[in-house]
Each structure stands twice: as C-alpha cells, then as structure tokens.
C-alpha cells in the first residue's frame, strides 16, 4: 500500500501540478496583413485607442501610419465615437507642426485613420536620452505652441498634450500627434460646428487625459477650453 502511495499518477494532482509549474505563454494575435488598400508592414505601437501599423498605401504607392480600431473594440461605441473624433478633429487642421490624416475608413469591420507616418522618436524618448540645450528646448517649444495654437483656430482642444504625443522627426521638425481625447470648442464655433459637435463633447464631469499633464479644472471634470492645452504645455516646458 506504500508502494501505491509513492507511485505518481500522470492524470491526477501531480499533472495539475506540473501545468501551474509551466510558464505562461503570451500568444499575440495575428496581424492583418492588409487593411482596404492598405498593406500591413509592421507593427508601430499600440494604445487605448488602437494599434498602429507601418503600412502602404497601394493606390498612392506611400508608406504611411495606419491606425486601427481592434475589432473587439468596434461594438463599443464610445470608443467609435472617440476613434472617429480623433480622425476628424485632425483632419481639420492643417498644419507643417500637427501629423497629416490622409484618409478615414471601415474595411472587414475595422475603423481605420491612414495618417502621415512621422519617422523619429518621441519627445519623451528624447528627454529620457539626457538633458536638452537650451536651443533645441526653444525650437521644440515654438513647434509645439505653433501646432497646438493652430488647432485652437480650428476650435480643437487637444486635451492629452504630453511628451508621448510629440513627435520629433529627423532634422527636427516637430509635429503633434493623437488627437483622440480631442474636444472642439475652441476659438472658432464655426469650425466645431462644421465637425460635428454632438459627436465630440464630453460630458461634464467625466475626467479624461493624463493625470499628470491636466489643468486643475481638467483634473476635476469641470467644463475646459483652450487654457487646459497651455496648462499642459507649461508642465512639457517644465520637464524640457
């Protein structure tokens, strides 16, 4: 009977306990390899919004960002709405410092955005590489005031300002990215109105944003307009 007690049986407790012993697996999933006209080429990032892939146009023969509303997220529909807002808020605004959207769509039910594809680093990859000059803070700054300053002629508020969101090309030009926190009410009504507004406000004490980069009246779910963006941009400058 001892013998019986000392025996290990492959199909019992020592079996379950060599499956919690194994190291868990994480499985990506599949990438797709093409997206309406798009060829997939790689993956670029991912975020609460989306993923975004290195992809070319094949009509326009460009390669460009292609942001992608997963397919588990497009029967929520605020998350629709937010995506939408994203391509729509930065489609209205043309500017050499804010990254270019080319073009919206749904192929296979997938929301997409094809945008100008920034090659560079992110001023938070920059900032964590060592301390900045003070000339290249000044030409960092002014590039972001004039980006950010031409979205509030366009009654765009950006709302998530931080270094994640700013790209810095090679030769330094510097464009502003990410528009999905976005909410127009800026300067010009008009152009809100011609967005859409019904699509784009957020209700009032909802919170949304980076803690770290919000106004107090952000913080704290109060109604915001362009003001939020500077209180933002003043912490950027601070960190710079």
């Known amino acids: 009977m001892g013998g019986d007690q000392g025996s290990k049986d492959p199909s019992g407790d020592e079996l379950l306990r060599a499956v919690a012993r194994a190291p868990e697996v994480d499985v990506p999933l599949p990438e797709p390899a093409r997206i309406a006209h798009f060829r997939v080429i790689g993956r670029l990032g991912e ?27 497009a029967a929520d529909e605020q998350r629709r709405r937010r995506f939408l807002r994203e391509a729509r808020s930065a489609a209205a605004i043309v ?3 804010v990254a270019t959207v080319f073009e919206v769509g749904e192929a296979d039910g997938r929301a997409y955005i094809a945008m100008e594809l920034v090659e560079g680093e992110t001023l ?4 964590a590489r060592g301390r900045l000059e003070m000339a290249e ?4 700054a ?5 980006g ?27 464009k502003v990215l990410d528009f999905g926190l976005a909410k ?8 809100a109105s011609q967005l859409g507004s019904a699509d784009t406000e957020t209700r009032q004490g ?35």
């Not at 938070?124 to 900032?127: D, K, M, N, P, V």
């Not at 931080?162 to 090309?169: E, G, L, R």
């Not at 127009?184 to 152009?191: D, E, N, P, V, Y």
């Open 95 to 97: 500017d050499a410092h």
């Open 184 to 191: 127009l009410g800026g300067a010009t009504r008009s152009s």
């Open 137 to 140: 803070v000044r030409a960092i």
């Open 47 to 73: 975020g609460g919004m989306g993923v975004v892939y290195r992809a070319e146009d094949e009509r326009l023969g460009r390669t460009i960002a292609l942001k992608v509303l997963p397919p588990a997220f």
């Open 206 to 240: 909802e919170v949304v944003g980076t803690p770290l980069y919000m106004s107090p009246e952000q913080a704290t779910g109060k109604d915001v307009d362009a003001r939020t963006d500077v209180f933002s941009f003043g912490v950027i400058l601070y960190e710079m």
């Open 124 to 127: 938070r990859a920059r900032l």
């Open 148 to 174: 950010v300053a031409r979205a509030h002629e366009k009654g765009v508020v950006h709302r998530d300002l931080k270094p994640d969101n700013v790209m810095i090309a090679a030769g330094g030009a510097v």
């Open 142 to 146: 002014a590039q972001i005031a004039r």
